[in-house]
């Protein structure tokens, strides 16, 4: 069974329906994260599970019991906020210690604890330093280490890296990982950042407009999202209109720009669909007089805009309305391709993917 | 991110538990006693001695002299409001924008006016400016020694509330507005002005407020043409006995000083700055060059003159006999040398003035913490009138506030008309709003978040409060006692229609000094005034000591 779940959550902010009969699981141990554009109810979900904020309607239950009884402060739940929200009056081991000194644990249970989760996120020696004194990346750590002290049976975390600059948030979400994964944490991460999201949790919901869109693990999501809004929403943007047929034993995708060729293990409604075309292992190819327009798996396009990136090009090219991004290596074919030139694309059918 | 609008439209469990409610009938009993049922009596005396009539009031407005009396009292504020804005603003941007030497010290001087007793005030004008002042200038009975003594007093209320939000703005706003082709004056104009508005109007209501109602330095300094509604009230009530003309006066007085309060509630709340508990120096810089020095000198020189300039020509006049330095103001201060029979001894005089002020502090501290913790709840609505009307006292003046006790308390069961405890509950209505204001300011600032974070670890509302709220506002409870301590030591106008000679407290006394001929009755007055002078500079020293930087409006 399931440590954490939530059945038909639905919440409203004056006439506004922020949560729409959500559902999830968690499960002990793993890390969920929620991912979804600001403003599509994510922070809302933590703080109705939290039970800071009442449900109109939608149970919660841990370990089958259902919580609505249990008052914020006795459900055991730790939450970090998106500004940490250290108490400003205490010093750094006070902070760690508060939720210790709420059960009631002595004092010599209390320092070794405190000891312990500063060395875990690596700020012994900082216990009386004032808050205001601390860095942001400081900060983080004295807050995980804060809601990670009573041992919590869930673990929310509301945009950690929010407050933090990049440089900063790569390392982070390294040792974030590092201890959650050691801990053994079941945690439920709130992101709109899809990195994020991805290289931390075991498992995601994508939501939007307070609905869950596609849960599933980070691999099973990018191989196959549901639809179009998650596939642009985790940065796959080349789509276009399809109509999907059988024709000559295989099944082929119709678009304005061309015929596609599906892999006979694509598995695809027949009729009208969305076609995504992976940005990876594409060749562009610069043609400057007449060619064949009805080789399958590739169209006639102009580039708009070409990017060096070290490794490798990105160029944005158009075809009719629509417009793609494209990831190409950097042989010399690919090299020579300017912005204004004609090019051939043509895409690898393994990137080919349909969504509903 | 979402975060952030999430926790502003919350509506929140966290709410008042039913303890916190019930803890609430404490300062609602107390008002309603105290400072309701007296001011229903007021309106029974004006409207109803006789029968139900309106005659009080046509008294009032039929007649030239009382409607003199009103509009000297709207016109003087005025003036004083927009005279301490004139001087009170340069500093309030100085102060907000530039890093100095001693800068912390000469903050800290701004505040000493606002912790003096209006006797003292006054006397220290007489020695100033007065007949025999310091300075040949003789202002005696001459609008504008009202008018320096109201300025003095209200310069800390706009140098405070101002700075506090123009240290707020940032002055990449500024810049912004410059490279966009902003002159000067537009971008103050367009840019800074609608940003500190709300404090300008919120400083500039309570200044008028506070010059609406002046009472002592009008008394000591107006002579005989000059007197505000709150004079006249008191010369209604104590000298002429026209209890019901007093009456619909306080009424008359009440209507206004209601109206200002609702708006300060209004623009108090908008100019209120999120605190952060940390010394924060954005925007504030070291001056460049000699023009920007000169600006802070001359910033100084004005602290120096409006602050120090009558309280040291009051501690000199003190001293000063008829031939030269003398201590026998002071040593008079003990002995009935006249065999008077109202005589009040200075340690007398301390001695109650120093109960008072405790007794006050015990009640004023409680009833305004409690308050502060409930407007800081409360939402909706409901909450800028509720902030208006728990200040209601602040703008009731402290004439109608013992006008009402004298009339209201004077049958059983409440009959403490001949107790000392009147006094106490006096300057218990008239302290416990600056508790409110230095408590709420901080208690607003606490970000939801702290509390919500407590609650995850395992705490109890109560226990949120007892280890969150609590010692976050601790420092400022601290500030609001010693404000009920400074303001009950330095009260004048409601002790002097309350007290008795043998309560007689330290400004009552020296009052009475002016009541008596001749020039060493002047030189006791002056004394008397220097001792209450060094004993209030002690609360000042107490609120500089303990206050969060650039948190609370006095």
């Known amino acids: ?356 | 991110m979402s975060g952030r609008s999430v926790s502003v439209r919350r509506g929140g469990r966290l709410g008042g538990s039913w303890a916190a409610r019930a803890l609430l009938l404490l300062p609602l009993t107390f008002l309603g006693l105290f400072f309701v049922y007296p001011l229903f009596e007021i309106f029974r005396e004006s409207f109803a001695s006789d029968g139900f009539s309106l005659a009080p009031f046509g008294d009032i407005l039929g007649d030239d002299f009382f409607l003199g009396r009103i509009w000297f009292t709207l016109w003087q504020a005025v003036a004083s409001t927009l005279l301490t804005l004139a001087l009170g603003l340069p500093s309030a941007y100085i102060f907000a924008r530039y890093d100095f030497p001693a800068k912390t010290l000469i903050r800290a001087l701004t505040t000493v006016p606002f912790v003096m007793p209006t006797i003292v005030v006054a006397f220290g004008f007489v020695a100033l400016v007065g007949a025999n002042g310091i300075l040949p200038l003789n202002l005696t009975s001459s609008i504008w020694i009202i008018l320096l003594a109201h300025t003095f007093f209200n310069y800390t209320v706009v140098v405070r509330t101002v700075s506090a939000l123009w240290a707020h703005v940032d002055p990449k706003t500024e810049e912004a507005a410059r490279l966009l082709g902003a002159g000067p004056l537009q971008v103050f104009w367009c840019v800074t002005l609608p940003q500190i508005r709300p404090a300008i109007l919120a400083a500039a209501s309570l200044v008028f407020l506070f010059s609406f109602t002046s009472f002592g330095v009008v008394l000591i300094l107006g002579g005989p043409q000059f007197a505000t509604v709150e004079v006249t009230i008191y010369n209604l009530t104590a000298r002429l006995f026209r209890l019901e003309l007093a009456a619909a006066l306080s009424l008359i007085q009440l209507a206004v000083t209601f109206g200002v309060m609702l708006f300060y509630a209004r623009f108090q709340e908008r100019s209120a700055v999120p605190l952060n508990f940390q010394p924060r120096a954005a925007g504030a810089r070291r001056p460049r060059g000699r023009r920007e020095g000169l600006l802070i000198l001359s910033n100084f020189l004005v602290v120096l003159a409006i602050v120090l300039a009558p309280l040291l020509a009051l501690v000199e006049r003190s001293f000063s006999g008829s031939d030269g330095y003398t201590l026998a103001h002071y040593s008079g201060l003990e002995t009935n040398t006249g065999g008077r029979v109202f005589f009040v001894s200075l340690s007398g005089a301390m001695k109650n003035s120093l109960w008072f002020a405790g007794a006050t502090m015990l009640v004023a501290v409680p009833l305004g913490t409690i308050i502060a913790f409930a407007l800081a709840r409360a939402r909706g609505r409901l909450r800028t009138l509720a902030d208006a009307l728990f200040m209601l006292p602040l703008g009731a003046s402290a004439i109608t506030l013992a006008f009402g006790i004298l009339i209201a308390l004077d049958s059983p069961p409440l009959n403490l008309r001949a107790s000392w405890v009147v006094l106490v509950i006096a300057h218990s209505l008239i302290a416990y709003p600056f508790v409110v204001r230095s408590v709420l300011a901080v208690v607003r600032g606490i970000d939801a978040e702290l509390r919500e974070a407590a609650t995850m670890l395992g705490a109890s509302s109560l226990r949120v409060f007892r280890y969150i709220d609590l010692p976050i506002a601790s420092r400022a409870i601290l500030v609001g006692a010693t404000f009920a301590f400074a303001i009950s030591l330095g009260e004048f106008g409601a002790s002097l229609l309350l007290t008795r000679p043998e309560y007689s407290t330290i400004p009552v006394a020296i009052f009475r000094y002016l009541g008596q001929a001749g020039a060493e009755r002047l030189g006791a007055a002056l004394a008397m005034s220097s001792v209450l002078m060094v004993v209030s500079m002690a609360g000042f020293l107490i609120i500089e000591r303990f206050r969060y930087r650039d948190v609370g409006e006095f």
Not at chain 1, 286 to 294: E, I, L, S
């Open chain 1, 1 to 356: 069974m399931a440590l954490l779940t939530a059945e038909g959550l639905r919440l409203r902010y004056d006439d506004e329906l922020v949560l729409r009969d959500v559902s999830f699981e968690v499960e002990a141990g793993e890390v969920l994260a929620l991912l979804g554009p600001s403003g599509c109810g994510k922070t809302s979900i933590l703080r109705v599970v939290a039970g800071l904020e009442p449900a109109e309607a939608g149970v919660v239950r841990l370990d089958g019991n259902d919580l609505a009884a249990v008052p914020s402060h006795r459900r055991g739940f730790g939450l970090m906020f998106q500004e940490f929200a250290l108490f400003p009056h205490l010093r750094v081991e006070q902070n760690i210690d508060f939720g210790l000194r709420m059960q009631g644990l002595g004092g010599d249970e209390r320092r070794e604890r405190v000891a312990d989760l500063l060395t875990i996120v690596g700020l012994t020696g900082y216990e009386s330093r004032q808050v205001h004194q601390l860095s942001g990346g400081e900060r983080q750590r004295v807050a995980l280490a804060r809601s990670l002290a009573p041992r919590p049976r869930l673990l929310m975390l509301d945009e950690p890296m929010g407050a933090l600059d990049r440089g900063l948030r790569d390392t982070l979400l390294l040792e974030l990982r590092r201890i959650l994964t050691e801990l053994g944490q079941t945690s439920i991460y709130v992101t709109h950042d899809q990195d994020e999201a991805f290289s931390l949790a075991d498992r995601v919901l994508i939501m939007e407009r307070g609905e869950i869109r596609q849960s599933g693990t980070p691999e099973a999501i990018f191989r196959q999202p549901v639809d179009a809004f998650v596939a642009r929403f985790i940065g796959l943007g080349n789509l276009i209109e399809a109509q999907i047929e059988d024709r000559e034993g295989a099944t082929v995708a119709r678009t304005t720009i061309g015929d596609f060729a599906l892999l006979p293990h694509v598995d695809a409604p027949r009729g009208r669909a969305t076609l995504l075309i992976g940005d990876e292992r594409a060749q562009l190819e610069r043609v400057d007089g007449g060619v064949d327009r009805h080789v399958t798996n590739s169209f006639l396009a102009q580039v708009r805009q070409r990017s060096f990136r070290g490794r490798r090009l990105t160029f944005r090219v158009q075809a009719g309305e629509a417009t793609f991004l494209f990831e190409a290596d950097t042989r010399p074919q690919h090299q020579a391709i300017r912005e204004g030139d004609n090019v051939l694309v043509t895409v690898d059918p393994e990137a080919l993917r349909v969504l509903a």
